[in-house]
């Protein structure tokens, strides 16, 4: 049974290089299929979703890894009614918003939380 990593990305992609690099780590985690990668965004991260990621630190880490992610069985999840979710515009991937509670379940089931 592999190791489950539950992925906390809080950083704000306008100003620090660390959700981009968390998105990376995560695909290329995930690509081996050693561990079961789920990627929770909460904040200012949820904008990493956004359609304007060209305007982001590491932008090219979202359009080249995002996409792998977004392959995995389980959907990419955000912060329930992130103040954030209003400035996406036309999200670029699929997303699911769960509450407290919700990501509190998901960390008791994860092996490893890692938070960035």
């Known amino acids: 049974m592999n190791p489950k990593v539950l992925f906390i990305v809080t950083g704000d992609p306008r100003t620090s ?17 050693k561990a079961d990668i789920t990627v929770y965004l909460r904040g200012p ?13 590491d932008e090219d880490n979202y359009t080249r890894y995002f996409p792998i992610v977004a392959e995995w069985p389980r959907p990419i999840y955000v912060q329930k009614d ?6 996406l515009g036309e999200p670029s991937l699929k ?18 939380v890692v938070r960035l």
């Open 17 to 33: 290089h660390r959700p981009a690099e968390a998105i990376r780590v995560a695909a290329g985690v995930g690509t081996w299929q």
């Open 45 to 57: 991260a949820v904008l990493a979703l956004s359609e304007w990621v060209d305007e982001f630190i």
């Open 82 to 87: 992130a103040a954030e979710l209003g400035d």
């Open 95 to 112: 997303f699911q918003q769960i509450d407290d509670a919700r990501l509190a379940a998901l960390a008791a089931e994860s092996t490893y």
